[in-house]
């Protein structure tokens, strides 16, 4: 004794010490015998651990004591981490069962629970049942040798089985909608890191414009001011100045031309516009026509719910007025007895009598006693042939009955078929509906794809005619350094070249014509390559302008795209989990009607065999009666 208490002091102690450790995940109690202390320390150990994950108690004898049980199913309810749970051996009968299925309600963590080789019976089977009916997290149950009958043990493994598929169409769904949110994810990384590389490169270019126009104005202001202390010669040369005249005619040509270009791009972007409207537009129609279309099966499915309620309600009613008939019947069966031992007290005492006055007067009584016998005879082959009537009766009604009870089996079976085929139908749309979802998604992704490939080909095309035009810049300032240089050496001439020291000499004013011509030529020259040079900067300024709001038009596309994804995958969600719902209702639904119908057989098969049974006891009962009757002894001697 003193041993089993320090073992069970010891076993509450560790099992106290385990309530705030964070590390242990399974605990093996198997064959302690920790009776109500250790019941009640597991209870609080269940309720306050939150790392425990596997828990076997084989051979503890748990269920012999209620209250220590009921306070291991309080903690065991509480529990939020527990996951498997051994409990075989424990000799639980069917209260403790039904305190453990009140924890399972209520317990969503648990997913596998051994419960062999208990007591069990029908009751806890039932209870157990009741409770899968709103646990669905239990995936594994294990009820062998605990005395429960066939059809539980199959509805409860359905259940079960019920629970498995949930669970992992819920993870299959998970682990497809991760993959697609990282998909996503890893889609809007990459469009992130493309545009701000592409907003980089334009910013490059940007900056290394206004280094060219920085570098082309200060040029342009040295050379003004070579031009002003040169405006003499720039007088004299006012007649090239028609030849730039033309020059920006052809530049405003040009402009037009690019101006028409614009117009034309505008007016595509404008029919982009309306077609990506329309698409939006038959998207949208589309959608309202799937909701209808759902609507319209999920109200068809209703009505014949509420058909199958209504044929359960009539069956229900049948079966109520068979019951009255059979306790009418049974009233009748309970009169007649009673019409039959009163009579039968009655021809005792007639035949007491009788036998007096037999003692008395023996000769003068016997041919008396003879016609009163056979009388009684009569009287009781008469009883007994109304009786066989009314039997045979009460057979007819019950196999009447038995008749109708299988059509009605039958209807029940053909009812649970169709709705089956139905289910399995409408399992078979949704799945096509979500695959062709899942279709049209890909297909967006691939043109949205294609679409960037597009603004990245544009970007390459944007940065090859840059290249040109910076390559076409630096040949015009080459082409300026050497006219600066032809200006430099003229200006040296002209000041090495002697002046005319009087105005006869025609010789020196002809040598001196000659390098002024030169020099009007050259600046002329210079002026004009000035303006086409700036000219071309302003149309490149004008192209990268262009450009850049091209691109945020495009960026400011794809964003609404973005937008327009989200909201889909958004919808798509939505209506995938009230699917889910909805489907997951209509099952428990049927389950419980199934129940209802099973539940119904077994009480009109109960019954049929408590009437077999009384109608078997009544017969005996009254074979063994008249046989031991003096009047059934004096039947057989003759």
Not at 400 to 424: M, N
Not at 558 to 586: C, P, Y
Request: glycine fraction near 4%.
């Amino acid at each position: 004794m003193l041993n089993a208490f320090c073992f069970l002091v010891g076993a509450k102690l560790l099992l106290y010490g385990l309530c705030a450790n964070p590390t242990v995940q399974t605990l093996d109690m198997k064959g302690n015998n920790l009776r109500v202390a250790g019941a009640e320390a597991l209870g609080k150990l269940l309720r306050h651990n939150k790392s425990l994950k596997n828990l076997i108690l084989e051979w503890n004898a748990l269920g012999m004591w209620e209250e220590g049980f009921c306070v291991f199913c309080e903690g065991l309810r509480a529990n939020k981490c527990l996951k498997s749970l051994d409990l075989r051996n424990n000799q639980i009968n069917h209260q403790g069962v039904g305190e453990l299925a009140l924890a399972l309600k209520h317990n969503d963590a648990l997913q596998e629970l051994d419960l062999r080789w208990n007591n069990v019976g029908l009751l806890g089977g039932r209870a157990l049942l009741c409770a899968l009916q709103q646990n669905k997290t239990l995936v594994r149950l294990e009820l062998a040798g605990n005395n429960i009958p066939s059809d539980l043990l199959k509805a409860i493994e359905q259940a079960v089985s019920h629970n498995s598929d949930c669970q992992t169409t819920l993870r299959e769904s998970r682990s497809r909608s991760k993959v697609l949110s990282n998909e996503i994810q890893c889609l809007k990384v990459e469009k992130k890191k493309q545009f701000l590389n592409m907003m980089g490169v334009i910013d490059q270019q940007k900056e290394e414009l206004t280094r060219s126009c920085r570098t082309a104005a200060m040029q342009v202001g040295q050379l003004q001011e070579a031009l002003a202390e040169k405006s003499s010669i720039i007088n004299s040369l006012r007649a090239k100045v028609q030849m730039t005249d033309a020059a920006l005619t052809l530049s405003e040509q040009k402009s037009n031309n690019l101006k028409e270009l614009l117009e034309k791009t505008k007016l595509e972007k404008i029919a982009l516009k309306e077609r990506h409207s329309k698409e939006l537009k038959s998207e949208q129609e589309e959608a309202c026509s799937r909701e209808v279309k759902l609507t319209r099966e999920l109200n068809a499915a209703n009505g014949k719910n509420m058909e199958l309620t209504n044929k359960i309600d009539e069956l229900e009613r049948r079966c109520k007025v068979q019951h009255d008939q059979i306790c009418h019947l049974k009233q009748e069966l309970a009169n007649v007895t009673a019409e039959m031992k009163q009579r039968i007290v009655q021809t005792e005492e007639r035949l007491e009598l009788e036998k007096k006055r037999f003692k008395q007067i023996l000769d003068d009584s016997e041919a008396l006693r003879k016609k009163e016998v056979d009388h009684m005879n009569l009287q009781i082959q008469e009883n007994e042939q109304c009786l066989q009537d009314r039997i045979q009766k009460l057979e007819n009604i019950r196999i009447q009955l038995e008749t109708e009870l299988s059509h009605l089996k039958a209807s029940a079976v053909t009812h649970r078929a169709l709705a089956e085929e139905e289910l399995i139908k409408m399992k078979n749309q949704i799945r096509l509906e979500e695959q062709d979802r899942l279709v049209h998604l890909e297909e967006k992704l691939h043109l949205v794809s294609q679409s960037r490939d597009e603004y990245q080909n544009r970007c390459t095309m944007q940065k090859q005619t840059i290249n040109e035009l910076q390559a076409k810049n630096n040949k015009f300032t080459f082409e300026i350094e050497g006219l600066k240089r032809r200006i430099e050496e003229l200006t040296q001439t002209n000041r090495l070249s002697p002046r005319p020291q009087s105005p006869f000499n025609n010789s020196h004013l002809l040598e001196h014509r000659v390098p002024f011509r030169l020099a009007g030529a050259n600046s002329q020259e210079l002026s004009g390559k000035d303006q086409e040079k700036v000219a071309e900067v302003n149309n490149v300024r004008v192209e990268l302008q262009e450009q850049i709001g091209h691109l945020q038009a495009e960026r400011i596309a794809q964003e609404g795209l973005k937008e327009k994804i989200s909201a889909l995958e958004r919808q798509l969600k939505v209506q995938s989990s009230n699917h889910r719902d909805t489907m997951l209702d209509k099952e428990s639904e049927i389950s419980s009607l199934l129940e209802k119908v099973r539940l119904k057989e077994n009480e009109i098969v109960r019954m049929k065999e408590d009437e077999a049974q009384r109608a078997s006891f009544l017969h005996n009962a009254i074979l063994s009666y008249v046989h031991s009757s003096p009047l059934g002894a004096q039947c057989s001697k003759k």
